[in-house]
Every structure is written in structure tokens, then in C-alpha cells.
């Protein structure tokens, strides 16, 4: 084994799952009110989600801003997209004592994020400020392959960007279906975040309380 592929949100980062902070405030929606926003934002989005959901096919950030903002310019979804990832990145938090644990595996194994994710540049620009994006040889996401995890796709994507065959990676991450299931059926070795142990159709034995337990699991 020589390659670590890493989720990234809820496993190198904790986040809140659900809509920016607080409502976007952008020229495109000037006069929604706070109400509206979250009305037809969940409209816009869950459209995308039933659309996508049987072919793990992904979406954009800029789909959705189409959908919500059927007459807006480019320009203005495209600021109206920056606005709203912005708001949403206030509930990401990054993790104490992370980069030294990246930095050590780093020391002895290649590294790389798969992600599912809806905007390209959202998970690149989290490893930048975190200051370990220099660690990892790949930054995989789902917005770019075109299909999300569980899909074969975006793993056999990542294997072939890093030039390995999957009994030289191991996979960790959050989601049992994406980040454990998903690798497994293509022969990498998986762990699964699970601190309180919810989902027992994963083996104890590949089972960690937080990424800082994978070195003592690795070989």
C-alpha cells in the first residue's frame, strides 16, 4: 500500500451540512426576501438532487444559481455562486493538530482527496489555507469527473490520475456508501470514520473514531 485517498468534508474537515449561514445577499436576488431564498433554493436544489440522484451523476453550483436564477446573467450567477460559497464556508471548520498528521503520513505514503463536491475550486482552496495542499499529489472531485461517489468512475479516476491499481490505495472517509462500500467494490482497502458506531454492516476492525486514528491501522 502506498497511496492514502482521503474524503474530505466530515473527514479532513468538520462542517455544517445544510444552506449558507445566512442568505445570500448578491445584485441577482436583491429584492428575495430571507423567506423566498430558502424556499426556492430548496426547490432549485432538490430538482437537482431527483435529477441526478439514480446515475450518481454531479451538479454545479452554477446548475442550481440556472435553476434559481432563471434570468440572470452569467456574470451575475457566477458572483451570485462566489457569494453564496463564501457564506457556506463559514461553517466549515478546520481540525487542531491536522496538517502534523497529514505531514507524518505524507513521510511514508502519497496522498489525495476524493470528494464529492459541487464547486471545482472549493476543496483546492481549503487545502491552500489549511497550508497542506503541497502534501497531496491529487485533488479528485466529483464536479470535475461528472459523477459522484458511490460511482466506480470517480475512484478508478483517482487511480489512474495517481498511476496505481487500487490494492496500493487505501480509502478513508465519513460515508459508508461513498467512502467505504463505494472503494471496497473495486478492491481498496477502506476505513470508515464512525465514532459512535452507527453503522455496524462495517467491520470493527475498519472502523476509526477520527482520522487521527489511521496510522495506527496502516502497515
Known amino acids: 500500500m502506498t497511496h492514502i485517498l482521503f474524503d474530505f468534508f466530515g473527514t479532513l474537515v468538520d462542517y455544517d451540512d445544510g444552506h449558507a449561514r445566512t442568505p445570500v445577499k448578491s445584485a441577482a436576488m436583491a429584492a428575495m426576501s430571507p423567506d423566498e431564498f430558502l424556499v426556492r433554493w430548496d426547490a432549485a436544489w432538490m430538482a437537482w438532487e431527483e ?42 471548520r478546520y481540525l487542531p493538530g491536522l496538517a502534523p498528521l497529514l505531514s507524518s503520513l505524507a513521510s511514508r505514503h502519497r496522498l489525495a482527496v476524493v470528494s464529492n463536491t459541487h464547486e471545482p475550486d472549493l476543496v483546492p482552496g481549503h487545502l ?32 489512474a490520475r495517481l498511476s496505481i491499481d487500487a490494492p496500493a490505495a487505501v480509502f478513508v472517509g465519513d460515508n459508508p456508501a461513498a467512502d467505504y462500500f463505494g472503494p471496497r467494490a473495486l ?33
Open 51 to 92: 435529477r441526478c440522484a439514480a446515475s450518481h451523476r454531479e451538479f454545479s453550483m452554477l446548475d442550481v444559481a440556472g435553476s434559481f436564477l432563471p434570468d440572470a446573467s452569467p456574470a451575475d450567477l457566477a458572483a451570485f455562486v462566489d457569494v453564496y460559497i463564501a457564506e457556506w464556508n463559514a461553517g466549515v
Open 128 to 159: 491552500a489555507a489549511m497550508g497542506v495542499a503541497d502534501l497531496f499529489d491529487a485533488v479528485v472531485t466529483s464536479v470535475e469527473v461528472g459523477v459522484r461517489k458511490p460511482a466506480a468512475a470517480i475512484y478508478e479516476a483517482a487511480l
Open 187 to 219: 478492491g481498496i482497502r477502506s476505513y470508515l470514520i464512525d465514532p459512535a458506531a452507527r453503522h455496524p454492516s462495517v467491520p470493527p476492525g475498519s472502523r476509526l473514531s477520527s482520522v487521527f486514528d489511521l496510522p495506527s491501522v496502516l502497515p
